[in-house]
Structures are given as structure tokens and as C-alpha cells.
């Protein structure tokens, strides 16, 4: 990413920050990680890591767009898809976790990692996010692939 890229990424994730100032002074500073509400700008989709990294290998086809921001808390196990803010969606499955508006997220600078937080795909500050249509098409793909490698139990 060019340094303009990585400003115009920071600048929108910032604008999700009560105070974008704060923000981007904890990331520089502080612990390296920030707290924002989410629901304004996007939601985020957390699903467990297997489920969320095989996921983002089938939304690197040619055939759709490129992802949207995604992140990985390693020490949580966790990916999160940022999508677009939806107050009236539902994603339902095991282990998914919807944050949207009154809920927060711990997030690194689009730049670099913080604390167990690294970006797999950072902001690129153009608002780009995941469509919801084609990340539940992989995920429900990525599942059932889980499902079947999964043995069954005692076997």
C-alpha cells in the first residue's frame, strides 16, 4: 500500500472514533489498538479463525471484488469481516458474532499490529467493505467444506 493509501486508511478508520484525535494518538502512542463503536460506518462479522480463513481464501476469487478490510485477533481466534452497517440483518450460525451499532471493536492502525490484532486486509480509506451477498456464499461454503474434513466423533 502506498503511504496516501495507508493515510486515507487511517483517516476513515479514525472517523469512527469519538474523538479521531485520541484515536490515532492511541495508536501512535498508546497500546497500538483503539476502541470504536460499530454500526455507524460498518459492522463487523467475527466468526471463528478456521471458518474465517478459509472464507477469505474463497473471496480472493478473480470472478469477485477484492474483500474488504478484514482482521484477525489471534489470541481471541477470531476473523472479522467489516460490511456494511445493517441494523435489520441477522447472520445466525455457530460461533458468528454480529457487531453493529451500540457494540465496540478493538482495532490496530491499518498500518501495523496491535497487541494479538493484525490486519489481513487493511482499510484502504475508500469505504470499501465486504458485500454481505458473497461473504455468506463463502462462508456457508467454508463451513460445509469444515464440516466434511471435521472426523466424526470417535472416529
Known amino acids: 500500500m502506498s503511504d496516501r493509501m495507508w493515510a486515507r486508511g487511517v483517516e ?3 472517523a469512527a472514533a469519538r474523538d479521531p484525535r485520541v484515536c490515532k494518538r492511541e495508536w501512535d502512542q498508546g497500546d497500538g489498538i483503539a476502541l470504536l463503536e460499530a454500526g455507524r460506518f460498518w459492522d463487523v462479522l467475527s466468526v471463528p479463525d478456521r471458518l474465517g480463513l478459509l472464507t477469505m481464501d474463497l473471496l480472493w476469487r478473480p470472478s469477485l471484488p477484492l474483500p474488504g478490510p478484514t482482521l484477525v485477533d489471534t489470541a481471541a481466534g477470531r476473523v472479522g469481516f467489516f460490511l456494511p452497517p445493517d441494523p435489520d440483518s441477522r447472520w445466525i450460525g455457530a460461533g458468528l458474532r454480529h457487531a453493529r451499532r451500540g ?3 478493538v482495532v490496530p ?3 501495523r499490529p496491535g497487541r494479538s490484532l493484525e490486519w489481513l486486509v487493511p482499510p484502504d480509506g475508500t469505504g470499501a467493505l465486504h458485500a454481505p451477498g458473497p461473504l455468506e456464499l463463502a462462508l456457508r461454503e467454508a ?3 469444515l464440516t466434511a474434513l471435521t472426523p466424526p466423533p470417535g472416529g
Open 109 to 111: 492502525p491499518p498500518y
Open 143 to 145: 463451513n460445509g467444506t
Open 103 to 105: 457494540s465496540w471493536v
Open 12 to 14: 476513515w478508520l479514525a
